[in-house]
């Protein structure tokens, strides 16, 4: 798997990269032992976790696996904090409600919370340091310059070699860029997420920060399984999930799958592939961040790492997808 350079740095990562937010939840971690394999076998090196993915079972998972079935130098982890969960509601009897499957959270990116959940991480995956560690969100209550000592004593500390963030937008990762060494900036990216080409990718490449597109497929709708209704075991059809996935079906994202489906039937791929391969090749995107349930679909992906688009494929793509450039 080719490997590309985070924006400016020095720093070198695959340019498909696991995601691991499905590790103890949908994704067992027998199950998770056969990805990561695949995965690395395949060349990929950029693994990303967080401490907030199933109240951390992502994180230990990987921990368990990494120095039994792959060297931890064979990996570049990214994680991150900054996010802490909203203390459980209470019925009148002062029991907590436990019926829903997800979790509300809080920004906290103050020095505390970040250098706890920091050293967390470290225990929870068995490694002394991160590869990239991102603040998790931008918090409006922490001084910017708290923020930046913080981040700048995790990389002397020698806990981080790159920083980073998650979810800024522009203007919040030019001022946090400005004055501490940020190198990348993870973001939703995709052909019906295009809202980043308007001002995060001239901020980041400004600054020498690589993008490291999450959600690239759109929660899933750019495979192409929501074109005939909603398939009883996707995200669509988990009550904690769905909003976020039926609120996006609309006639923008039924041409861009319509457009994604022709141009793999004519190249004989999957959707799945084009619409990877699509924004693998963004300027300044370094790796684009995707998880998959089961094996099955982690081959699908890594397939996308061969596919090379024609120039007529790519901007009939461009085109088609125009109308959705200030979704974000």
């Known amino acids: 798997m080719e490997q590309r350079a985070v924006g400016r740095s020095g720093l070198r990562v695959s340019r498909i990269g696991l995601a691991t937010h499905t590790w103890g939840k949908e ?33 230990r998972i990987l921990g368990d696996l990494m120095g039994q079935i792959v060297a931890r130098d064979e990996l570049v982890l990214s994680g991150c904090a900054g996010l802490v969960p909203v203390p459980p509601a209470t019925d009148p009897d002062g029991v907590p409600v436990t019926d829903s499957s997800w979790i509300p959270w809080t920004v906290d990116a103050s020095r505390r919370t970040l250098m706890r959940q920091l050293d967390h991480t470290l225990t929870a995956l068995g490694t002394d340091y991160l590869d990239i560690w991102s603040v998790a969100a931008w918090d409006p209550y922490t001084p910017l310059e708290e923020i930046a000592a913080t981040v700048e004593f995790a990389v002397r500390s020698g806990r981080v070699r790159y920083a980073g963030v998650r979810g800024f937008t522009a203007w919040q990762l030019a001022t ?10 993870q973001t939703p990216y995709s052909l019906l997420a295009r809202g980043p080409e308007r001002d995060i990718v001239p901020a980041a490449t400004h600054h020498g920060v690589g993008l490291i597109a999450a959600s690239p497929l759109a929660g899933g709708i750019l495979t192409g399984k929501y074109r005939d209704g909603v398939p009883a075991d996707s995200r669509g059809a988990d009550e904690a999930t769905a909003a976020e996935i039926t609120d996006r079906l609309d006639e923008n994202a039924t041409r861009v799958v319509d457009a994604l489906v022709t141009a793999a039937d004519g190249l004989g791929t999957s959707p799945l592939a084009v619409a990877l391969a699509w924004i693998r090749d963004r300027p300044a995107v370094a790796s684009m961040i995707v998880g998959a349930r089961d094996i099955a679909q982690l081959t699908g992906i890594l397939a996308a790492e061969t596919l090379e688009l024609p120039r007529a494929i790519a901007a009939a793509l461009d085109d088609v997808s125009r109308l959705t450039v200030t979704r974000v």
């Open 176 to 185: 946090l860029a400005a004055v501490a060494p940020i190198t990348a900036a």
């Open 27 to 59: 994704t067992a971690a027998d199950a998770a032992a056969v990805q990561l394999v695949a995965f690395v076998e395949a060349g990929g090196t950029l693994v990303d976790t967080s401490p907030a993915y199933h109240g951390g079972a992502a994180q």
